[in-house]
């Protein structure tokens, strides 16, 4: 190969097939694919795309989604109509100004938000990596990385797409990947490359790799691939171990190789298989393909790597407030064309009965033929003035109410980080309200309930409790921040990190407790980690953080592992190194739950030799590393050398294997354990066996032949490590924290008090979300039943649901969803232990959630699922978290709302009505797609509880009155119709008509909807049951709707028929008739401004001088206005717009009109007081009397409630069995994972010594230090001599 490799897509190059053959074009940098005609054929790049438009389909898609509105395309029709003279009486710029406004206002909006997205898309695109382009490594971004590209990656890189992995630094092709954004798991994953390709690792030799790989199309299945490559002839099968997908981080490898086999946009899909070919390129040569090849192409938009075909797509959300408008808009424009109907029908039989005796003065127009002809006119005329019903300018205060409410969140405190520096960000404004009806919160695990970090907290060691703080009382002290921990500096392998808070368990180390030093030996010895040297620093590769935490514990109380070979472990113990014989691992699987290490000392003939190295001080010597090495071998025969089985791992299976002498022993460590499970802890038992010699070497015969059998072996051999592992002593048990994120169990406490029902979506193994369940206090030990599902077929999972099903509604304890609410307005401490009352809860794995979310079951385990109070589902994929979103979404009809920090969270965040991505460890992809993001799972209370119920509350609130003081504003048109022989006329001014909703009554509105709160943040976050009134709708619906309009339809009643009345019996004082039209029009315009501004003072529930400001500036304004329109002056400007001179001066002096004014104001706003004070008084709601309260205690200063944490009693649970994965002990003895330069045929430091730098630098930085030896450094010479 003399050219860039590149994988030519079969798909691509079917059309060309049909033709006869392709030609070579003109490469950019490589040979390009062109047909035969000379086009150039579709190329296949790895860009990324999470935005919606660009700039060609911003405009019209945006105005696609702007008019699913049937507002705005309802104002449309208005603008229309208003261009027709002759059935408009309004000029057409009311309609045209409002519309545009919104439409560019909503535009500029949604191109912001797209353009950060375009922004964080670059981001990722433009990142580099090393492709091999013409015989070299290249940098080249991430977006120009094709198909069949080889790329090259080192530690700790990101990959950048599906590669195919040809070849590594560690032997045997073997490579370590984090795979955190795909699944949520942070334990190193194995891939190893093919044999014949693992040798590949020289330029040359890739650049002269030609070879064909046929695999499966793009699909979103993370644990599945299949595919062969034929290569020299031979065919060779690939599978998932092969493959290094995006999103992985390349871990503890120095550099690997891979072959891109999905990259980015895919046009075509090729059915029924993907046909990647991989070619030399040269000027002469063409290619032919036959005819039979020619499969259907299918168009697909999306891309091809895992990574993002789990992303799913990028959804135009919508409110539920959004979708009740639209539907109440189409019965405003019915009532509207009711009401257009009515007059035009008047207007007919008005034209037929008394028209006709007006015609000398008031002639039809040339056009107009009929009565009915005028009928139909007038109707078109009503339309219009009419309008206001719903006006344009309620959709420009919905935005702008949006807008303060994200900023209200992106300026909340309590929400902000300063561990991280991160503040919560709104990163959408349309979907404020929604936060305030949620009633399914789909949650992630690792990253978002838990910091992804485990804490070596406390151990039992020999029936002793270390761990806790006393005081000098003897009393258990709490540890807090401000607790003084251990000093370990008197100890230079220690881990600055770590930290231990019980002085008395170093102590006991210094004083060489027997039993204490043998359990930590054992914590050195029993694991699967891996040592490395970074920046200086020993560092571990741990297959699961449990077993990083236990080696850290064991390394800072002077047991440090610091290398390994395949048949051997060194530690440096108590200042000295001692390397142990390897003899076996006995591997841990779900069945075994633990683990077991065969060793003795280190013994290189066939004799127990114990070979230590003894270090005169390794703190304060000049001792060379060579020095060290050498020193490490003098030994000498010890007649008591012993063999040794250590084992951890879940205690309930430990015990079952222990010596009875150990039955004292073992009650005692019961007992500790209940209490650290109480803790939420993650426990674990250490035991441990003297063998002899002979039997080893029995047993040793044993597993050697068994390990080699083809049928059975796994059931033989885990019959043959029982065998050896009975009678063990028990050492002591570890409890780990797996650590929460702060708040979390309190916050899950009160989201469950407001009925919101919370699952968990983890890509995790089933035990290690159950016990996190524990730990956050989703489950308890008084749990009725946890029904788990693991069937593998169809038959066995339907039958596992029905019959959990049956069982929960065959008893009387059946939650019922529909209970009243918890009376917990006095019970601030009680939150926490009322919401903790479990009933039912379901788990369920990955392969039985993929068949009950088929069609035939998803209703029966979607029924059985809402009948649990929570829900767990294990070993998910991302694609199956957005399913079982989504099935939530379409039957139960309910806001869903979605929490995850990493990319395996992104698909479903999308598909649920609102995304929330965690600032967290594994990357910025689920805050990219989310709607909302914040740091930690605590302040996800606050944004539900107090940002969203108040946004629901204040937008509730800002349309019941908006469409109240609308239809109390246009209604007096319909009514003054019958007084104006059905013409259209209209009461008030244009100028008043225009004004209205923009100038008067827009800002009191606005304030309300922006500050109003029925009870303060405190009370909304002791009291959770006040959010089921967004859950249940009951804010604002259909009957509010309703409701409100009819308010809105009697206040226009008597705004126009109160002043009528009056005025067509009063008199000027001077005896003058007060019956003009312009004195009715002021008139009812002052009662209408001054009735809905008392209006929305009884609506206020919290007065802020904003709200004051406006209100009252909106009244001065309305005068001001009113005086300076009717003025001399302007009708001396412009005589033909103001031409109502003096209209209001001549009104608004007369004290009658005042009275008359005074008098409809009582009239339309006593009727609804009397209202409120009856339903407050004698119905009270929760939130009635929850204000009261808070006024009597307006003076007092509201406290945070502090919710107590409820220990649990009992379930221990397994640390290190629920977060280990089966396979690396036999990783570890067949030497595969060991670099070559470790690996000799004789026992040699060498090969234990891959940290050798790091203890050099430790020597060496020993003589600006001075620090205490662990031991005695004499008595160790003397054991030498």
């Given at each position: 190969m003399t050219d860039r490799h590149r994988l030519a897509v079969f798909m691509e190059i079917t059309q060309a097939c049909s033709r006869g053959q392709l030609q070579q074009g003109k490469p950019r940098r490589g040979p390009r694919k062109r047909w035969h005609s000379g086009k150039e054929s579709p190329t296949l790049d790895n860009r990324i795309k999470t935005s919606k438009y660009n700039i060609f389909t911003f405009l019209p898609v945006n105005?696609?989604?702007?008019?699913?509105?049937?507002?705005?395309?309802?104002?449309?029709?208005?603008?229309?109509?208003?261009?027709?003279?002759?059935?408009?009486?309004?000029?057409?710029?009311?309609?045209?100004?409002?519309?545009?406004?919104?439409?560019?206002?909503?535009?500029?909006?949604?191109?912001?938000?797209?353009?950060?997205?375009?922004?964080?898309?670059?981001?990722?695109?433009?990142?580099?990596?090393?492709?091999?382009?013409?015989?070299?490594?290249?940098?080249?971004?991430?977006?120009?990385?094709?198909?069949?590209?080889?790329?090259?990656?080192?530690?700790?890189?990101?990959?950048?797409?599906?590669?195919?992995?040809?070849?590594?630094?560690?032997?045997?092709?073997?490579?370590?990947?984090?795979?955190?954004?795909?699944?949520?798991?942070?334990n190193l994953k194995v891939r190893q490359a093919l044999s014949v390709t693992s040798d590949l690792g020289d330029v040359s030799k890739l650049h002269d790799f030609d070879g064909e790989v046929i695999c499966e199309p793009p699909n979103n299945k993370l644990d599945k691939f299949t595919g062969t490559l034929n290569w020299r002839g031979n065919k060779y099968s690939l599978d998932n171990e092969k493959i290094l997908l995006r999103g992985c981080i390349l871990r503890n490898t120095e550099w690997c190789f891979g072959m891109v086999i999905f990259a980015g946009l895919l046009f075509f899909i090729l059915s029924?298989?993907?046909?990647?070919?991989?070619?030399?390129?040269?000027?002469?040569?063409?290619?032919?393909?036959?005819?039979?090849?020619?499969?259907?192409?299918?168009?697909?938009?999306?891309?091809?790597?895992?990574?993002?075909?789990?992303?799913?797509?990028?959804?135009?959300?919508?409110?539920?407030?959004?979708?009740?408008?639209?539907?109440?808009?189409?019965?405003?424009?019915?009532?509207?064309?009711?009401?257009?109907?009515?007059?035009?029908?008047?207007?007919?039989?008005?034209?037929?009965?008394?028209?006709?005796?007006?015609?000398?003065?008031?002639?039809?127009?040339?056009?107009?033929?009929?009565?009915?002809?005028?009928?139909?006119?007038?109707?078109?005329?009503?339309?219009?003035?009419?309008?206001?019903v719903v006006p344009i300018s309620l959709y420009v205060s919905v935005e702008v109410l949006r807008l303060g409410h994200s900023f209200f969140i992106n300026w909340d405190v309590k929400m902000y980080n300063s561990q991280t520096d991160t503040a919560a960000v709104a990163r959408t404004t349309t979907l404020n309200e929604e936060l305030g009806q949620v009633e399914f919160?789909?949650?992630?695990?690792?990253?978002?309930?838990?910091?992804?970090?485990?804490?070596?907290?406390?151990?039992?060691?020999?029936?002793?409790?270390?761990?806790?703080?006393?005081?000098?009382?003897?009393?258990?002290?709490?540890?807090?921040?401000?607790?003084?921990?251990?000093?370990?500096?008197?100890?230079?392998?220690?881990?600055?990190?770590?930290?231990?808070?019980?002085?008395?368990?170093?102590?006991?180390?210094?004083?060489?407790?027997?039993?204490?030093?043998?359990?930590?030996?054992?914590?050195?010895?029993?694991?699967?980690?891996?040592?490395?040297?970074?920046?200086?620093?020993?560092?571990?590769?741990?297959?699961?953080?449990?077993?990083?935490?236990?080696?850290?514990?064991?390394?800072?109380?002077?047991?440090?592992?610091?290398?390994?070979?395949?048949?051997?472990?060194?530690?440096?113990?108590?200042?000295?190194?001692?390397?142990?014989?390897?003899?076996?691992?006995?591997?841990?699987?779900?069945?075994?739950?633990?683990?077991?290490?065969?060793?003795?000392?280190?013994?290189?003939?066939?004799?127990?030799?114990?070979?230590?190295?003894?270090?005169?001080?390794?703190?304060?010597?000049?001792?060379?590393?060579?020095?060290?090495?050498?020193?490490?071998?003098?030994?000498?025969?010890?007649?008591?050398?012993?063999?040794?089985?250590?084992?951890?791992?879940?205690?309930?299976?430990?015990?079952?294997?222990?010596?009875?002498?150990?039955?004292?022993?073992?009650?005692?460590?019961?007992?500790?354990?209940?209490?650290?499970a109480g803790e939420g802890l993650r426990t674990l038992a250490l035991a441990y066996k003297e063998l002899d010699e002979e039997y080893c070497d029995v047993w040793m015969k044993?597993?050697?032949?068994?390990?080699?059998?083809?049928?059975?072996?796994?059931?033989?051999?885990?019959?043959?490590?029982?065998?050896?592992?009975?009678?063990?002593?028990?050492?002591?048990?570890?409890?780990?924290?797996?650590?929460?994120?702060?708040?979390?169990?309190?916050?899950?406490?009160?989201?469950?008090?407001?009925?919101?029902?919370?699952?968990?979506?983890?890509?995790?193994?089933?035990?290690?979300?159950?016990?996190?369940?524990?730990?956050?206090?989703?489950?308890?030990?008084?749990?009725?039943?946890?029904?788990?599902?693991?069937?593998?077929?169809?038959?066995?999972?339907?039958?596992?649901?029905?019959?959990?099903?049956?069982?929960?509604?065959?008893?009387?304890?059946?939650?019922?969803?529909?209970?009243?609410?918890?009376?917990?307005?006095?019970?601030?401490?009680s939150v926490f232990e009322e919401a903790i009352i479990a009933e039912y809860a379901l788990v369920i794995n990955g392969h039985s959630l993929a068949h009950a979310l088929e069609p035939p079951l998803e209703v029966l385990f979607l029924d059985l699922a809402c009948l649990c109070k929570s829900v767990i589902c294990c070993r998910v994929t991302p694609m199956q978290k957005a399913q079982v979103v989504e099935l939530v979404r379409r039957h139960k009809r309910a806001v869903t709302l979605a929490v995850g920090d990493g990319a395996n969270d992104v698909s479903m965040i999308k598909t649920s009505h609102i995304g929330v991505g965690i600032s967290g460890q594994e990357g910025m992809q689920a805050v990219l797609a989310s709607d909302f993001s914040f740091a930690q799972f605590r302040c996800l209370q606050r944004l539900l509880l107090v940002h969203g119920r108040w946004s629901y509350f204040r937008m509730s609130s800002f349309l019941s009155y908006f469409f109240y003081k609308n239809f109390a504003f246009t209604l007096v048109h319909f009514w003054y119709g019958f007084f104006c022989g059905f013409s259209a006329q209209t009461v008030y001014d244009e100028w008043f008509i225009t004004l209205f909703n923009i100038v008067y009554t827009s800002l009191p509105v606005l304030a309300m909807g922006l500050f109003d709160q029925d009870v303060n943040d405190q009370n909304s976050l002791r009291h959770p049951s006040l959010y089921k009134s967004g859950q249940s709708h009951l804010l604002f619906n259909k009957r509010q709707f309703f409701l409100c309009t009819l308010h809105g339809i009697?206040?226009?009643?008597?705004?126009?028929?109160?002043?009528?009345?009056?005025?067509?019996?009063?008199?000027?004082?001077?005896?003058?008739?007060?019956?003009?039209?312009?004195?009715?029009?002021?008139?009812i315009a002052t009662s209408l401004v001054i009735v809905v501004s008392v209006q929305i003072g009884l609506d206020t529930h919290y007065w802020t001088g904003v709200n004051h400001l406006f209100v009252w500036g909106s009244l001065t304004m309305y005068f001001v206005v009113l005086f300076a329109m009717q003025s001399d002056g302007l009708f001396g400007i412009f005589p033909n717009t103001f031409s109502c001179v003096g209209a209001s001066r001549n009104c608004l002096s007369e004290t009658s009109v005042w009275l008359v004014i005074l008098l409809t104001t009582a009239v339309c706003i006593v009727p609804d007081l009397f209202i409120r004070s009856i339903r407050v008084n004698l119905f009270p709601t929760q939130t009635d009397k929850l204000r009261r309260l808070q006024q009597s205690r307006k003076k007092q200063r509201p406290q945070e409630q502090n919710l107590r944490r409820v220990r649990r009693t009992s379930s221990r649970r397994s640390a290190y069995a629920f977060s280990h994965q089966q396979g690396f002990g036999e990783l570890i003895t067949s030497g595969k994972n060991m670099r070559a330069n470790r690996i000799?045929?004789?026992?040699?430091?060498?090969?234990?010594?891959?940290?050798?730098?790091?203890?050099?630098?430790?020597?060496?930085?020993?003589?600006?230090?001075s620090c205490v030896s662990f031991g005695s450094p004499n008595k160790h010479q003397s054991n030498t001599e």
């Open positions: 105005l696609f989604e702007q008019f699913q509105r049937v507002a705005n395309a309802y104002f449309v029709v208005l603008l229309i109509l208003q261009l027709i003279p002759e059935i408009s009486s309004l000029s057409w710029f009311t309609t045209v100004v409002p519309l545009v406004l919104v439409l560019v206002i909503t535009a500029v909006k949604d191109a912001t938000d797209d353009y950060f997205r375009h922004k964080s898309d670059q981001q990722v695109n433009n990142r580099k990596s090393q492709v091999l382009i013409r015989g070299s490594l290249q940098k080249e971004k991430w977006m120009n990385v094709r198909v069949g590209d080889i790329i090259k990656l080192e530690n700790n890189q990101f990959v950048a797409a599906d590669i195919l992995l040809l070849c590594s630094s560690e032997p045997y092709g073997l490579c370590y990947v984090e795979t955190a954004e795909l699944d949520g798991e942070t029924p298989i993907l046909v990647i070919f991989i070619w030399s390129f040269h000027s002469s040569d063409y290619y032919f393909f036959p005819s039979f090849f020619s499969y259907v192409s299918l168009p697909l938009t999306g891309l091809q790597t895992k990574l993002m075909q789990n992303c799913g797509k990028t959804k135009f959300k919508r409110t539920s407030i959004d979708k009740l408008m639209n539907t109440l808009v189409l019965w405003i424009f019915a009532f509207l064309i009711c009401m257009g109907v009515i007059m035009a029908i008047g207007n007919t039989v008005w034209e037929i009965w008394v028209g006709r005796s007006f015609e000398m003065f008031l002639p039809w127009a040339e056009f107009q033929s009929s009565a009915v002809f005028s009928g139909f006119l007038t109707f078109w005329s009503y339309i219009i003035i009419l309008n206001t919160i789909f949650s992630d695990k690792t990253g978002t309930l838990t910091e992804n970090i485990m804490v070596f907290n406390k151990c039992s060691i020999n029936g002793t409790t270390y761990g806790d703080v006393y005081d000098e009382f003897g009393h258990r002290v709490e540890i807090t921040e401000k607790t003084a921990c251990v000093d370990f500096s008197f100890n230079l392998l220690s881990d600055g990190s770590f930290k231990f808070y019980d002085n008395t368990l170093v102590e006991a180390v210094k004083q060489k407790d027997p039993a204490v030093h043998e359990f930590f030996r054992l914590l050195a010895l029993c694991h699967t980690v891996m040592p490395e040297e970074s920046e200086g620093k020993l560092v571990y590769q741990a297959q699961s953080p449990d077993e990083g935490a236990l080696v850290t514990a064991a390394r800072n109380f002077g047991f440090a592992f610091c290398a390994r070979t395949p048949e051997s472990v060194t530690v440096c113990e108590m200042g000295h190194a001692v390397t142990y014989q390897l003899l076996a691992i006995l591997d841990f699987n779900n069945t075994r739950k633990r683990m077991s290490v065969i060793g003795s000392i280190f013994t290189p003939k066939s004799k127990t030799i114990k070979h230590y190295l003894i270090i005169e001080d390794i703190f304060n010597t000049s001792m060379t590393f060579s020095k060290y090495c050498s020193a490490l071998f003098c030994s000498v025969r010890d007649e008591e050398g012993r063999i040794k089985l250590y084992c951890k791992g879940a205690d309930t299976i430990i015990f079952d294997l222990l010596d009875p002498s150990s039955k004292d022993l073992v009650y005692t460590t019961s007992e500790q354990l209940n209490y650290f044993k597993f050697l032949f068994l390990s080699s059998v083809l049928e059975s072996r796994e059931d033989q051999l885990a019959a043959l490590y029982e065998e050896i592992e009975q009678g063990m002593k028990l050492l002591g048990a570890t409890a780990i924290e797996d650590k929460l994120q702060e708040g979390v169990p309190e916050t899950i406490s009160r989201l469950n008090l407001a009925d919101i029902k919370i699952w968990v979506l983890t890509g995790d193994k089933q035990e290690t979300a159950v016990n996190i369940a524990y730990s956050c206090n989703m489950l308890r030990d008084d749990t009725t039943e946890v029904f788990v599902v693991s069937g593998h077929t169809l038959m066995e999972v339907q039958q596992q649901l029905r019959r959990a099903k049956e069982h929960i509604l065959s008893l009387s304890r059946v939650s019922d969803t529909g209970d009243d609410e918890k009376n917990d307005m006095y019970g601030d401490d009697t206040t226009s009643f008597l705004l126009f028929f109160v002043p009528y009345g009056a005025f067509s019996v009063m008199v000027k004082e001077d005896g003058s008739q007060l019956s003009d039209q312009q004195t009715l029009a002021v008139t000799s045929s004789t026992c040699s430091y060498e090969r234990t010594a891959p940290s050798s730098n790091f203890i050099d630098n430790v020597i060496k930085r020993t003589n600006a230090v």
